[in-house]
């Protein structure tokens, strides 16, 4: 098993839908979360972190934490041909320096 | 803030020849930094952990003695390619971090390195 897992793609979704990214993780340990966004040929961007359950707002984007089920989703309000990118779940474990466990990524597909 | 600035942005060259990249945050002392590769359509790879003053930690199936790294401040990573072949061609990410677990990393804009 990863230790970092996520929803397999690709996904698409139509302009204006929501677009929901799913991501688990092994180690109960883990205290930081974050969204990365990566576009096709750059490298990733941070997008959202998250370090307590519930849910964290910014903007279009909604991250949700569930520590118990080891769970961590982005939702994508409003999606944009824009959003059109492979979204990254990282985890950090506890007294790790700030090494992150990536996921594999989830490419999302915002068709107009 | 936090910016890291990475440099080259792209190097074509020879077989055989050596390729510094130079990995800088810009705004914020990195106590570490992280080099990544990444071929097309694939996944981020770690490739190694770069702390100010001591040697890197590398992943496992890395060469060490092929990617050589070097943290000499808390601002400048550098990795360097040595006898670069074909196969080493792809996209180099370098990332930086405050060092702390609850800290994101913040990346380069990457290297890509075409070995002909």
């Known amino acids: 098993q990863k230790e970092v897992e996520q929803n397999s793609g690709p996904l698409s979704v139509p302009e204006g839908a929501i677009a929901s990214l799913n991501c688990t993780y092994s180690?109960?340990?883990?205290?930081?979360f974050f969204w990365y966004r990566q576009y096709s040929g750059k490298s990733p961007e941070l997008i959202m972190s998250?370090?307590?359950?519930g849910d964290k707002e910014d903007g279009r984007f909604t991250a949700q934490l569930n520590k118990a089920s080891q769970y961590v989703s982005l939702l994508i309000r409003d999606s944009q041909p824009s959003d059109s990118a492979t979204y990254l779940c990282?985890?950090?474990?506890?007294?790790?320096?700030?090494?992150?466990?990536f996921g594999d990524g989830t490419t999302l597909t915002v068709k107009p | 803030g936090a910016v890291v600035s990475q440099h080259p942005s792209w190097v074509i060259c020879k077989s055989g020849t050596s390729v510094k990249i130079e990995c800088r945050s810009l705004?914020?002392?990195?106590?570490?930094m992280f080099w990544y590769r990444q071929f097309p359509k694939q996944s981020l790879m770690l490739m190694a952990t770069?702390?100010?003053?001591?040697?890197?930690?590398?992943e496992q199936g890395v060469e060490k003695d092929k990617f050589l790294i070097n943290h000499a401040s808390l601002t400048l990573s550098t990795l360097t390619v040595t006898s670069a072949h074909p196969e080493d061609s792809s996209f180099y990410i370098c990332?930086?971090?405050?060092?702390?677990?609850?800290?994101?990393?913040?990346f380069g804009d990457g290297t890509r390195l075409s070995i002909l």
């Open positions: 990332s930086a971090s405050l060092g702390d677990s609850n800290q994101p990393q913040h």
């Open positions: 180690d109960r340990g883990s205290q930081s």
């Open positions: 998250i370090y307590s359950n």
């Open positions: 990282a985890v950090n474990g506890r007294g790790n320096a700030g090494k992150s466990t």
């Open positions: 705004d914020f002392q990195a106590t570490t």
């Open positions: 770069s702390n100010e003053g001591s040697k890197a930690t590398y």
